[in-house]
């Protein structure tokens, strides 16, 4: 039996020439949302969607979607893959288009192969993934699953004082599609990894079957401000060294627990901030992650029975304020073991394993079965110029998701 | 016998008058050296300096010294006493202007005592004592024992692009006398302590026998950026854990070595400082202070020793730039033998303590015998408007001083 393939080159020839849209004079790409630039990708987007026969159309939130169904199969749920082709500031070409590109270019390639699906296959490419202009991320699809109004999105506004709504009417993405209106059948995000385990371990495929819950805090410890010389040490109220133990206690504590648990302080400022003063007070960030709810619970519990034992201890005050919450996605089991047999079938290692970032998988999860593929990150770089993929990687990929896609299409 | 004491109200009348000169509109006190500010409160002290019939000195770097000399004593060494009268940016009133206005009180006292000293009795200001305008700090005591070529502290361009020779010409404050015109035969600074020990130990007198040598170092740990959802606990190089352990390691160090030394870690700053991204680079300044110079030479190695093992640990890379190093000053024990005279005599409890601060007394130290007497700060704190020291103690301050001078100019 001979296997159907992807076209490699279509593939990688699209990812690059996207990953040319939207570059400045400094050469650095960047696609935020409904801007000119993103303007500019989706209709290089909307052109090779039109060229490749698919019905086009935009939903009310900006979310573009490439259509193929037959005749046969018109009334029947699609198979939906699809990712974003906005960008964060100075970004890669991988992150997003590479699962909107493959999206597209599996169906053209079903297509060519004179393919006859069961339902219709589709490919999304969500409205302000990033979250970078407008808040929050994941927008677009979070609208499309009903999670935000579709109203309340639109009247975001910018981190340059701009609104959604009247950005995506300028750019001419507001479309008349009301978000939801394909009701997916499955949907199959392919993504590059972003973390390094995949090129670590020499594992090509990605099975992913979960995603993380995030507890993002901002810690404020409050002590006093002395002086360095003068002030000895059994005398202090040190808001920096205190902070220093919850990021060494929250490190170890990961470290030590032979669980997935991550915990990151990504951000830290003192104050007053000179070199002779001892710091009335420091201010951090705490974002911890884990796939299972409950354990994440229990992390954050602990986080805060420490910063209790803390306070008594260093005689600081401690407040916290709560940043972000969102919990654990598990997706698809059925779809979850797709991934793996076609991996198998390719004849291809893969590895089940948790998404630690945020997807449009999680938003489309509310609303049909799904799942995602991974494939290695060079050194688990992204949001980043650096971040890369190998070609072969990325093809492999993109015939594990037309794989997939036949199967879930032949449903 | 009925022993002499200074003018309590005359000496806290003149520091409150003092403290009042260069307050802005938001009525903070801030007069840095050689502004409009400093030249009105080097206005104010000339001015009772020549009301108490002293003659009136000023050297080429703007130190301003009040002299009493007889027509016996004239061809003696002067006693001098002095401090400062710049201050920080929203400063205290009692920081250096209690120790010159001390030294004027207790002249006066004598003088008007018809006291007949051996030797000649000197106050003197000095020029930039805090450095915040123009680097270094205590600059015109370290000019006049000879530490810095006169002509290279003036040339010194301040934080706001002024040069001080320029900016002391402007204000009328360039004298002629060459600095170290005058060479004590000993030198006594009146001060604050600045810190918390007399104060909680209910000690009124500290007999200040040594001054603290200071090393400041600035660290720069770089580890890797990486997401903070999709990097595993055991595969990141976090600066910003690695810098948290340096801070927890100095301070275990310093509390748990039953030493006078003490450690801080006062400034602090992550890269790129996002919540959701591995710190890929830390810096921090590292303040050490010993009154041994052999103690401080071993701490600043269990430093270095640490870093090395600890890039080694965390796989980040350490780089250490040296800002500021001042071996410890050990002050004249005759002069803190008279100072716990003094207290005795005025039945006064007197403590030995070390100088955590630097101080004008530590230059003055190269040229002449030198010590320093304490008065206890409310709460320690200096370098602030709720900076305070209790009138009763600012008085029996003065009149260890008037006795220690007293016994001093009679050698």
Redesign the interface.
Known sequence: MIMLSIDAERLLGRIRELGQIGRGSDGRLVRLAATDADKAGRDALVSWLRTAGLEVAVDRIGNIFGIWRTADNADEPPVLLGSHIDTVINAGIYDGCYGVLSGLEVIETLKAAGHAPARPIAVAAFTNEEGVRYAPDMMGSLVYAGGLPVEEALATVGSDETTLGAELERIGYKGSKEPGFLKPHAYVELHI?????LE?EGVPIGAVENL?G?S?QRVTIKGE???????????RR?A??A???V??FL?DR??NANT???????????EP???????SQ?TF?V?L?DPDEQRLQVEEAALAAYLKELAADEEVTISVER?ARFEPVTFDRKIVELVEDAARRRGLASKRMT????HDAQMIARIAPSAMIFVPSIG????NPREHTPDASAVAGANILLEVVSRLAAE
Do not use: K, Y
């Not at 002086?227 to 000895?232: E, R």
């Not at 997935?260 to 003192?270: D, E, L, Q, R």
């Not at 688990?380 to 949001?383: V, Y």
């Open positions: 990894e972003q973390g390094p385990v670590r993380q995030i993002w401000a002395n002086h360095a010389g003068t002030t000895p040490m059994t005398m040190d920096g060294h902070a220093a133990r990021v060494t490190r990961a470290r997935p648990t991550v915990a990151t302080v990504g951000c830290m400022s003192f901030n000179a070199i002779n003063v001892i710091p420091a960030t974002d992650r940043l998404s630690g970032a945020g688990g770089i992204s949001h």
